[in-house]
């Protein structure tokens, strides 16, 4: 269920302009085939002069191409410039003009539960809907991804993937990335996860100009991993990836990260960044069954996992 606009002080649908049908195609053979699909669609949006547009980058993980859609239904070809795994965003040019204006950033960090907002996505999914802020808090996605302040907004929208979540001035302060759900006075609601658009702002000139972030690449292991009453249960491992190189299973429980118990999907992961960069070898206690295994697992960057884009 989504809800209509309220009164506001600022033209909804001119800022929805900025925001684009995006559609990516993966090769068969990418390792995000099995579970993304090698077909991709949901929204870009235009932050520079130039046409930048941002998106979620799961929607362009190992894309061989993009294309955005604009207004008028002119789809152009993108090169997908940039994704970057730490923050999950995603970054686009296009090869042609679009002649589409920038969204302004906001300020993500005003924001606090029970703040007023708007979700944009491309015109062609859906209309501006105003939306709750929730909460702002730690999110650990099972595929060894941790924010320390995601935002979560409802109702949830119905193309949530790449919109804009936009404050009561018209500033862009978020990225949709998920559906979840959400428990809200003892009733359980679809909502959705934003990833706050000021962690962007310090790597940005980075992924534009070399295509990734300059900081230390983390270990990655490729294990999917759950928390389920204090206890971290590996749920899955990524095709060719170091954990199932390792024999890593489905099920087993993750108790220690070398000498460190871990008892959360967030701590197993802050555990295993902090022993080193990608390369660094990962002693692992798991319970299988009942029988304890000491496992050392070859981390890798997992930037080296992806295919890269060809260059246009």
Same mark, same amino acid.
């Given at each position: ?34 579970? /993304? ?82 979700? /944009? ?162 002693? /692992? ?28």
């Amino acid at each position: 269920m989504t809800s209509s606009v309220e009164s506001s002080d600022i033209d909804l649908e001119a800022l929805g302009r900025s925001v684009l049908k995006l559609r990516a195609v993966v090769p068969e053979d990418a390792s995000t085939a099995g579970i /993304l699909g090698q077909e991709r669609i949901g929204n870009g949006i235009v932050i520079g002069s130039d046409g930048l547009t941002l998106t979620i980058g799961y929607l362009i993980a190992e894309a061989s191409d993009v294309w955005l859609t604009a207004h008028r239904g002119r789809e152009v070809a993108g090169h997908p410039l940039a994704y970057d795994p730490v923050t999950g965003f995603g970054l686009v040019l296009p090869l042609e003009e679009l002649s589409v204006p920038p969204l302004p950033f906001g300020a993500p960090a005003v924001l606090d539960a029970g703040s007023k907002g708007y979700v /944009l996505s491309s015109p062609e999914f859906a209309k501006p809907q105003s939306v709750q802020i929730l909460a702002r808090r730690e999110f650990a996605g099972a595929w060894e991804y941790l924010l320390d302040q995601a935002i979560f907004t409802t109702p949830a929208h119905p193309h949530w993937s790449g919109a804009a979540l936009i404050d009561q001035r018209g500033g862009l302060v978020g990225v949709g990335s998920l559906l979840v759900r959400e428990v809200v006075s003892g009733e359980q609601l679809n909502a959705n996860m934003f990833v706050p658009i000021d962690l962007l702002q310090p790597i940005l000139e980075d992924l534009r100009t070399r295509g990734r972030a300059t900081r230390q690449s983390r270990p990655w292991l490729g294990a999917y991993a759950v928390e389920v009453s204090g206890k971290v249960y590996v749920t899955g491992t990524a095709e060719s990836s170091p954990a199932r190189l390792a024999d890593m299973r489905e099920e087993d429980l993750i108790t220690h990260v070398a000498d460190h118990a871990v008892g959360s999907v967030a701590e197993f992961y802050r555990r295993l960044w902090a022993l080193g960069p990608a390369g660094t070898d990962v002693p /692992l206690t798991l319970l299988r069954s009942g029988t304890r295994l000491n496992v050392t697992v070859h981390s890798i960057d997992r930037a080296d996992h992806f295919k890269r884009p060809q260059a246009h």
